[in-house]
């Protein structure tokens, strides 16, 4: 299943997205994620998918972000979260 991440994910869509990201994990589903839309993307967002990677790596579940928007990928470089590698 894909979670089409919306273009202004701040703190109040933080915990939607968790729980859209934990459902896909506990049901042992790859996590395919759009990321195109994404015009501005906050820290609780990133801590967010960073910890859904790594509890999705934990299980072998494979994890991919297509088409990361400039955005997501400036605001990852600046707080040094990766989200975008693949697993």
Known sequence: MS????PRLDTAAAAPLR???QKLIEAA???A?????VDQ???ACLQVLAAARAAAVARG???QVAFPSVAMVE?????????LAAA
């Open 3 to 6: 979670i089409v991440l919306s």
């Open 19 to 21: 729980q859209a990201l």
């Open 29 to 31: 589903e790859p996590v």
């Open 33 to 37: 994620i759009d990321a195109v839309a």
């Open 41 to 43: 993307i906050g820290q």
């Open 61 to 63: 579940l494979s994890w």
């Open 75 to 83: 605001a990852g470089e600046l707080a040094a979260i990766d989200v």
